[in-house]
Every structure is written in C-alpha cells, then in structure tokens.
C-alpha cells in the first residue's frame, strides 16, 4: 500500500508559481511512476504530467514548457513546478503511483493510488 498526499496549493495571479509537492509512503518509492493530474471545474480529470523510475519525464501540451515535474527518492516526494501559471490551470490538482512499467502514462486506470487532491486556484 503507498499513500499519497498532495499539498502546495492556493491562490496565485496569472503569471505567477506554484509549487506541489507529492509525499508517498508506505512502500518502495523509487520505482514507481508517479503522475500529475488535474479535475478544472465541471470538467474532466485531465493528465498533466509523469515521471518514470529513471526520471524520464512527460508533459500534456497545455503545460509543457510552464510546468517542471520533479522526484527526491531520498524524501519520496515528487514535486510539480508550475511557472506562468494561467486563469485555466485552475483545478484541483491529484499525484498518482504504480509501478506498472507502462508505455502510455496519461491513462487514470493505469495508477493503483491517488492523493487526496490540492487545489489550485490561478486568478486573472
């Protein structure tokens, strides 16, 4: 069992930065995929970004270049730099982990735990 908990968010102005933070327990974290994604008011969860064992690291379009995905395996925390943040970055933000070895990482059925979400509110 690996427990996740989000935190890092609040209220920013377009423009401006944030950073999450991603804390896991519980088990091995090093090997796990841990991903970003993001619920906007009355929409979807969307993916916003991934990082792999090796720290290989994947962007949705939206925020690549803007946002920075992160891991400190010593402190099994994942971090997600967002810079020039946007009115429509305004989510509630979620980290997830598996330790499947997948070839696509933006699916949400293909990651075994969640946090509890942060939100992130970006004012215009």
């Known amino acids: 069992q690996v427990q996740l908990v989000e935190s890092g968010g609040g209220l920013v102005q377009a423009g401006g930065s944030l950073r999450l933070s991603c804390a896991a327990s519980?088990?091995?974290?090093?090997?796990?995929?841990i991903g970003w994604f993001r619920q906007p008011p009355g929409k979807e969860r969307e993916f916003v970004a991934t990082?792999?064992?090796?720290?290989?690291?994947y962007y949705a379009g939206s925020v690549k270049g803007r946002f920075t995905i992160s891991r400190d395996n010593a402190k099994n925390t994942v971090y997600l730099q967002m810079n020039s943040l946007k009115p429509e970055d305004t989510a509630v933000y979620y980290c997830?982990?598996?330790?499947?070895?997948?070839?696509?990482?933006?699916?949400?059925?293909?990651?075994?735990?969640w946090g509890q979400g942060t939100q992130v509110t970006v004012s215009s």
């Open positions: 990082i792999n064992w090796n720290s290989n690291t």
């Open positions: 997830a982990a598996t330790s499947r070895n997948l070839r696509d990482t933006t699916m949400r059925r293909d990651y075994d735990y």
């Open positions: 519980g088990r091995t974290f090093s090997t796990y995929t």
